[in-house]
């Protein structure tokens, strides 16, 4: 039987612009008929992903671009510096051809004063240690290159990086390269109405001050909101086992990427708002029939009257949603915790045992390694 742990989070931003669309606004979303402010998944991933050299080493993880033919033979230099790099292009060329993958070289433009090395079409996500491999590889080979199309899709295709095994790979051209991710996760989504405010800002032009002039340089507007939000992610242990071909290697996977859905955030315009809150609740459910997000606390918007904490209020809807799953379709999770500030810790009762942060991450590497070993037994 498949295990997931999910995670849920509630975080507080004051006014932030921490992700916003084309137009330069925060993004947002209609839940329960009112708008709110929402993080795009993609957004959180990234910053996830930006994270977990904190927690593993650069060989653990992976890189992502189209210039894959590149980076391949910019390695096979390192590796060998009496290697010529216009053979190691070719050489990496042909690998990447023989695995499936497109590559070409860029339409030159009139400012190009030497030819660009082919690319692949689209970001091709491939780990360290597979480019380390392959290069090494084509090293020895020197002119023969790789024997097969088996041969080469072997290599881009076992022993996967943790960042590829957690959040998958999608290969175009030959989705026999393709990686399922082990991890799921939803854009956050404001636990209560909220619409974009606008910040009027005006600089001065310090020449024009030291004259004694007056006015503003340069005056401008930009869009802000401030809300509490709810996050939620869901990870399938079996997946990510299967991905990294490890139970150690996921057992640190798994911890990484608990630890960073705790402390990462997207970066953007932080340098205007410093929005580097924490979340004020993280709650973690592991499960054994499927996975459950409590979104649906937040359809009807959370509101406080005045002098009122929204944030009490968040937390009980969230308790609430929980254990109404529990009572009505019988969905016992195999354990449960939950980290809180103190002011929420009375409300976030019914969310599974109080830990700190260090001991929640411990418990998601140990319920990864004991399911990894009841798959095992069962397969016996």
Do not use: C
């Amino acid at each position: 039987m498949t295990t997931f742990i999910d995670f849920h989070a509630l975080q507080t931003l004051a006014p932030n612009n921490i992700n916003r669309g084309e137009d330069g606004a925060p993004k947002t979303a209609f839940f329960g008929g009112v708008q709110r402010q929402r993080i795009s998944s993609q957004a959180l991933k990234a910053a996830q992903r930006r994270s977990f050299s904190n927690y593993l080493e650069a060989s653990e993880l992976g890189v992502r671009t189209k210039r894959v033919v590149e980076l391949v033979a910019q390695r096979m230099v390192e590796l060998d510096e009496t290697t010529d790099y216009d053979a190691a292009l070719k050489s990496a060329e042909a690998a990447f051809t023989k695995a499936g993958l497109k590559v070409a070289a860029p339409k030159a433009k009139k400012t190009d004063t030497v030819p660009k090395a082919p690319a692949a079409g689209y970001l091709v996500f491939l780990g360290r240690h597979q480019v380390d491999r392959l290069a090494q590889i084509l090293l020895e080979r020197g002119g023969e290159g790789l024997a097969s199309k088996k041969e080469a899709q072997e290599l881009l295709d076992t022993e996967h990086a943790v960042d590829v095994a957690l959040f998958g790979r999608m290969v175009a051209d030959d989705a026999a390269l393709n990686v399922d991710a082990a991890v799921q996760v939803a854009h956050a989504l404001g636990v209560h109405a909220a619409v974009p405010d606008f910040d009027y800002y005006t600089a001065i032009d310090d020449m024009e001050r030291l004259d004694e002039q007056t006015g503003a340089g340069m005056i401008g507007t930009l869009e802000m909101m401030s809300s509490t939000v709810y996050r939620y992610a869901t990870l399938n242990v079996d997946q990510l086992v299967e991905n990294l071909g490890s139970v150690d290697a996921a057992v640190r996977a798994a911890e990484a990427f608990a630890a960073t859905f705790i402390e990462s955030l997207p970066s953007g315009k932080q340098n205007t708002f410093a929005a580097h809150s924490l979340p004020e609740l993280v709650s973690v459910a592991v499960r054994d029939r499927r996975p459950v997000s409590y979104v649906n606390a937040f359809e009807k918007p959370v509101e406080v009257d005045e002098g009122g904490n929204r944030r009490v209020a968040a937390t009980a809807a969230l308790t609430g949603e929980a254990q109404g799953v529990t009572e009505t379709y019988g969905m016992v999770p195999q354990h449960d915790w939950v980290m809180a500030v103190p002011a929420l810790r009375d409300s976030a009762a019914g969310l599974g045992e109080s830990i700190s942060q260090q001991e929640l991450v411990e418990n998601v590497g140990r319920a990864v390694r004991d399911a990894a070993g009841s798959a095992g037994e069962e397969a016996r």
